[in-house]
């Protein structure tokens, strides 16, 4: 029974697009995954094995013999196999490599010696080219001939006879015009065109904003390269939207969701390291002021309200800093209105909230002596802090900014650490000089 | 020479791409805003506001008058004009919906009747459709003389007499086909579907997994109404990731960089109080254990140290299962898998940062009596906040998606509520117990 349920099971899974069987194993416990993973035709391991995410393409190459694996990718396009490599053990890349014609062996050297996050590093190698003084008949004779075109071809290259780049054809010109016209007649020949080392993220927001579907890559002799598509930009925009949540909590990779307690606990320890230690300074500044805390117990009570409040309110100002950073909208020149500006509304928040807090302590505290000298600090301590905050949110994430560094990682965390540290100095020291 | 800067400012402008031309003037500070707006020739308006972010073109809106809006908009296409609509004063609208023919004005409607995380709102009007009946060859005549064809078109629609949507052909194979063979042929029957009210999330997932182009949109009789685009698509993905960072931040919409300080304050004000609540109430279960801190001041520089990290262990958790949830990795079936995963690392976060949290309080107050029985309490409460935190981590946001509601609105909130009051509670509630 068990036998029958394993064949219908991957009767399934042969009619499945690649990307859906990806999305089923990555939904399976470790142990589940591999018995699926098994049942998968071999000739589709390669395709599949480029779907699933890295956490999960890991477990699937630890299951898989040296056999196997090279089976699986030597079909594989050059630019796949060189996002592959990474994950694959280096004899497995070696052999691969062996098999492989002289062309693609350059290719496969010219994918791998790219950064991940540059556009060399996602661009393919398929695309079409063609001359400028040919009719655009003679284009479509020879895309006849092709029988397939790559995916995602909205345009085709126009070069010289030096494999310069000298423009692009897009594909509903070459329909909408007569057959007889000259492609040099029809082309574009101001296209947006991408260097091989350009920021991947660049050329995403260049493909957002134009709403491009292909574009092409040259090299810095200005020779066509390769080509980038929509589809690696929507995997890069998905990633960009992924790796800020991940890195904001500290994750310092995404996790198999089913991933060994061990692995799980390691991705999130230097966070946490990290924080103890933070929070352990913190502590020490409270630390100093314990004769004060013991004379009114009540400023142990209070003091969490001023870090937090000051946190928070910092945490919004840096979510729309490291933004406006990430759109490039902040330019040296009008930092510095967004700092005032900025600094306006915490100063606002100060005025609001800090009185708000400031006569609920002294409402709550309203029977004790101390009560209204509590208010009195409350409230200056979140209107300072909060000050602080914003200057910590504007500061920090632009000083990483110039530094050339993401703004968006290890901002949070000092954030904190001064919000939390000078929260409580702020308002034990107010209460040292008030209350002796 | 002011004015000759703002002709040569005028010819700039007037060479660059709309999507450029409103990346300049969100850049703006309002007033050099508004008088760049001014020099942008009238026919390029409505495509720009088409492009400037949501808060920006609120302002360019306000600076125009009644008349300038109407020949700004009346020109678009009914879903552009259904994306602005919300935006613009109800006259105006009113007025561009009398000049529209008859056709458009029912696509006006019933681009808005769509919500705006649907498809509906999402999709174009413009498409071309086919008959199934014909050769390749009228199919390329009929194209030749629409003289350009909708951006995005990597696929024409094949169509019955009843608009009844029969499959597709994609361009590729429109153009390595010979001419004479029939669209029925050549085209694809099996083809991703949209349906109007889908949600377009969904949507977005479903081009990303089969890195699609464009897609059909169906009304409910199967008819042909829409096109879904991959640039629509990019914004979608955009506009979650932005949104997710956003509203963690307790942002309640994206904010124009240079808005006035009230319009500021007024979006981060209702999680400020939220947070000022939750604060306020972690304050007075401290409150209520204000005897034993007289006694043992040491505890209130220690506290903050249980809180905190519990929180932070806690968001790796939350920010795991909330993506998990988003890519419909997490079932009924395997969330008690991921549940007991999860309780396992924060034990093992327990055990390790606990131990260690434990041995540098004990460090630290050492010359004390309490020293020891600070370490152990230390020890203990971390361990349970942190099994705490990972249970209101994966139980909130489990059960907000139960309900149908998106789980990363608000889950943090409750989070940092529950590992504060209960991390201060255990604490000093297990500190009363140790030193009375």
Redesign the interface.
């Known amino acids: 029974v068990e036998r029958q349920g394993l064949n219908e099971l991957r009767a399934r899974l042969d009619r499945l697009?690649p990307?859906?069987v990806a999305?089923i194993l990555?939904?399976?416990?470790l142990e589940d995954r591999l018995v699926a993973w098994d049942l998968v035709k071999a000739e589709r391991d390669g395709e599949i094995l480029l779907e699933v995410s890295d956490a999960v393409r890991e477990t699937l190459i630890d299951s898989m013999d040296r056999h196997e694996l090279v089976d699986a990718i030597e079909s594989m396009e050059a630019d796949e196999i060189a996002d592959l490599a990474p994950d694959l053990p280096r004899d497995v890349v070696e052999e691969v490599r062996r098999q492989l014609n002289q062309q693609e062996r350059e290719q496969l050297r010219a994918a791998m010696s790219y950064p991940e996050d540059s556009v060399g590093g996602r661009m393919y190698f398929d695309f079409v080219k063609v001359r400028e003084d040919v009719t655009l008949e003679a284009v479509?004779r020879y895309?006849?001939q092709?029988?397939?075109?790559p995916?995602?071809?909205?345009q085709v290259f126009v070069v010289d006879s030096h494999d310069q780049l000298c423009g692009a054809l897009p594909?509903?010109r070459l329909?909408?015009?007569?057959p007889e016209v000259m492609v040099a007649d029809a082309m574009l020949r101001d296209v947006l065109t991408l260097q091989a080392m350009d920021d991947v993220d660049d050329a995403a927001q260049a493909?957002?904003?134009?709403?491009l579907?292909s574009a092409p890559v040259i090299d810095p002799h200005g020779r066509l390269v390769g080509r980038l598509t929509?589809?690696e930009?929507?995997?890069v925009?998905?990633e960009?939207?992924?790796y800020?949540?991940?890195s904001?909590?500290?994750?310092r990779e995404?996790?198999d969701?089913?991933?060994s307690?061990?692995d799980?606990?390691k991705n999130?320890?230097l966070?946490?390291?990290l924080?103890?230690c933070t929070?352990?300074f913190?502590?020490?500044v409270?630390?100093a002021f314990?004769?004060t805390?013991?004379r009114v117990?009540?400023?142990?009570?209070?003091?969490?309200?001023v870090?937090?409040?000051a946190g928070?309110?910092g945490?919004?100002t840096?979510?729309?800093v490291v933004?406006?950073l990430a759109?490039?909208?902040?330019?040296m020149a009008?930092a510095w209105?967004?700092m005032l500006?900025e600094f306006?509304?915490a100063g606002?928040?100060g005025v609001?909230?800090g009185g708000?807090?400031g006569l609920?302590a002294w409402a709550?505290y309203r029977d004790t002596v101390e009560g209204p000298l509590l208010g009195l600090t409350m409230s200056l301590a979140m209107m300072l802090n909060l000050l602080l905050g914003a200057l910590i949110a504007m500061a920090v994430p632009l000083g990483l900014h110039r530094m050339g560094r993401d703004p968006a990682i290890g901002s949070s965390v000092l954030l904190t650490f001064s919000t939390?540290s000078m929260g409580f100095f702020i308002f034990l020291g107010l209460a040292t000089l008030f209350f002796t």
């Open positions: 697009h990307a859906d999305y990555e939904g399976l416990p479509l895309l006849r092709l029988e397939e075109l995916e995602h071809t909205d594909i509903d329909l909408v015009n007569e493909f957002e904003r134009y709403d579907v929509v589809a930009v929507v995997d925009i998905r960009q939207g992924d800020g949540r991940l904001q909590a500290g994750l995404e996790e969701i089913f991933a307690v061990w799980s606990a999130r320890w966070w946490l390291a924080n103890l929070a352990f913190a502590s020490r409270i630390g314990e004769g805390i013991e117990a009540a400023l142990a009570a209070l003091m969490p309200i870090a937090g409040i928070n309110s945490n919004q840096m979510t729309l933004r406006s759109f490039g909208q902040v330019t009008n209105r967004l500006k306006a509304v606002l928040n609001v909230w708000v807090a609920v709550l939390d």
